[in-house]
Every structure is written in C-alpha cells, then in structure tokens.
C-alpha cells in the first residue's frame, strides 16, 4: 500500500501528543496496511508500523503488506499490548475509542497498573476516518466499478420483476445476481419493501407479495476490491396513484436540487439543508427523518456525513451518498438514492440508472 497514507497519519499522532496510535477498525487497517483479515491491530509511532495478528493470519499479513512489521501474537490484547509498548517507549498511547470495547479497555488498565508500566491509554476518533473520506483516484476507480455494477443489477431486477413476487424472491434475485457477477458479497442486507412496508427506510425483506400499483422500494450496493455502492429506487408496477406520483415527484426535486447545488466548501449541514428544504416546503418535512446523505468507501457508511447537525465539510474527491426520502405509515414510502463524488468543484453522479416511477 503507498506509503504516502502513514506519512499523512504520522503527523496527526504530534497533534495530539501521541507517541504511537494503535488501530482497531478494519476498515482503518485495511486502508493503512492493505491487510484484509477479520483480526489484528496496527500500532503505529513515528518511525515504526507494525501489524500484530494471531496464527491464522500471519502468513496472510506477510502476503498483504510491505510496509510494516508482522508480530504473531498469541493472546488477548491485553497480555501483549502493555508490554510491547513499554519495551518499545511509548507513554502516550492513543486507542480509536469508537471500536475498542469497554471490556478491553478496562482489562487494559488493569494490566498496566499490574505490571507497573508508564503507558496512558489516550482515546481517539476520526483520525484514520478522516484521511478515507478523501478518495485516491485508485479508490474512486473501485468505487465506479461498484457503482457499474449495481446500475446492471437494478436493470436486471427491473427487466425481471412483477407482481405476485415476493419481496424476499427480489432481494435474493438482486444478491444472486451481484454475486454471479463478480461483487464481494453485498455491503449491508439489501431492501425490498412494498406497499406500507416501504415506510420504513430500513424494513427488511418478508414473504410479501409485490402488488400492482404500490410503491416498491429497493436499496442495494455492490462490494469490489473492497470497496461499495450505494443505491436507492423507489418503483410502481402499473399505474401509480396521484399521492404516490406527487410523493415522488417531490423526493426526485429534492435530490435534484442538492446535486445541482452541493459544491466543495459548503458544510455538510448546509447540503442536507438544500433537499430538506424542497420536502419541507411542500408540507412533508416530517416524513424526512434520516440524513441527506453518508459517505462511501472501504465502509457502507463514513465520513462525511451529510446531516442537520453535522460539523464536516465537504471537499473534492470525497464520495457520498445524496438520499433524501418522504415515508407515510401506513401508505407507503419513497427514497431516491445515488453514490455521488465532488470532482472538480461539482457533483458526479457515479450510479447512473434513470429515475423512472412507473414500470408498465
């Protein structure tokens, strides 16, 4: 992995008085190391990176990285990690206080105080998060891959599906096909929700049968070389009714509006604002309960975050999604989703299916 992602960490340790960074999160250690196994821990100082992980993925490590130092570990973290960092001088640890369990943690303390060592354990949030939510262009080509993939997907879904089909039938049809060509598995578990089941954002696909004339909404991504899509259509097999067109109609302005607008710079609240503004205005602002939007990478969900009180600003070659939705209980609902990037001062719309309500 380039070496330029440690150099760009390094320094953040100085900022915050840190002697070394131990990294938790997958997601994170994959970004720094290349390393894709489900268990090991980066520690990271000023001149040195090392990779400790157990048995089952020294080899793999060795395979997956080039620049740090594989360490075998055998045991907890905490019959390892206070001495290592001892030995090693470090007093000011810092730990990514958002995945390491309190258990740890206290097992941790525990251990230091024990064996008499001059080690803080310093939390942390965002560090690593922070340099992924701005993409390479190594990066960006995976995520567009996903993105490709997922728009060939929902072609095949839309080309394949009709009523009487069950919402569990769609789901697996969409899982099988993304698997069949070529995706890591799915990102999250993959939505189809029909008729008053389409009011939840994150309903989960039941034994429902598809009918004429109610909404279908359909959320999905693809996963390649680790990286996602994420992707939103709400759909009406036959004829839709005046409040399910007037309903749609709205969220595609909303989306529209914010694509439009959304510019490097503006703060991440701001964009929310843009699409939130458009549905309120037109009397749903109550029935727009999540955020406008998240980031996309190496995670389904990360920096930025796209909300009414989000501190983060938007910058070039950060990808995200632009979602805005209006659910009814009891009608029905409507969320129209694409992974997006700021290049050059605008919005790249990289999930490119139309947006077409109706299917006849």
Not at 218 to 238: E, K, N, V, W
Not at 241 to 269: F, H, S, W
Not at 314 to 341: C, K, N, S
Request: with cysteine.
């Amino acid at each position: 992995m380039p070496i330029s992602r440690l150099q760009k960490l390094q320094p953040l340790l100085a900022e915050k008085g840190l002697d070394a960074l131990l990294v938790s999160l997958p997601e994170n250690y994959r970004y720094l190391s290349g390393f894709t196994g489900s268990s090991g821990w980066l520690l990271i100082s000023y001149s040195q990176a090392i990779l400790a992980t157990d048995s089952r993925y020294s080899e793999q490590a060795r395979q997956e990285t080039h620049d740090f130092e594989i360490v075998q570990i055998k045991q907890a973290l905490a019959s390892w990690l206070p001495g290592m960092a001892s030995s090693l001088g470090w007093h000011k640890l810092g730990f990514e206080a958002d995945h390491v369990c309190y258990s740890d943690y206290h097992k941790l303390c525990e251990t230091i105080k024990a064996i008499k060592v001059n080690l803080e354990l310093i939390p942390t949030t965002g560090l690593v998060e922070h340099l992924r939510s701005i993409k390479e262009p190594a990066e960006l080509g995976l995520i567009i891959k996903a993105a490709e993939l997922t728009d060939a997907a929902f072609a095949h879904i839309k080309s394949t599906t009709r009523a009487g089909v069950t919402e569990k039938e769609t789901a697996w049809e969409i899982e099988k096909f993304f698997r069949l060509n070529g995706s890591e598995g799915v990102p999250f578990e993959i939505i189809v929700a029909s008729g008053p089941d389409s009011a939840l954002p994150h309903a989960r696909p039941t034994e429902r049968a598809i009918k004429p004339g109610e909404p279908v909404l359909i959320d999905m991504g693809a996963r390649i070389g680790g990286y996602c899509s994420d992707f939103s259509r709400a759909l009406c097999l036959g004829k839709a009714d005046k409040t399910l067109q007037e309903i749609y109609n709205i969220v595609l302005e909303a989306q529209l509006t914010a694509i439009d607008r959304i510019e490097p710079g503006m703060a991440a609240c701001e964009a929310d604002k843009l699409a939130r503004d458009v549905i309120e205005r037109a009397g749903y602002g109550s029935n727009f309960g999540h955020s406008l939007g998240h980031g996309v990478g190496l995670a389904i969900h990360e920096l930025p975050t796209l909300s009414p009180t989000s501190p983060d600003l938007l910058e070039d070659d950060m990808v995200f999604t632009i979602e805005p939705g209006i659910y009814v209980a009891g009608y029905g609902g409507v969320r129209i989703e694409d992974t997006v990037t700021l290049e050059k001062g605008k919005i790249k719309v990289l999930t490119k299916s139309a947006k077409v309500l109706q299917q006849d």
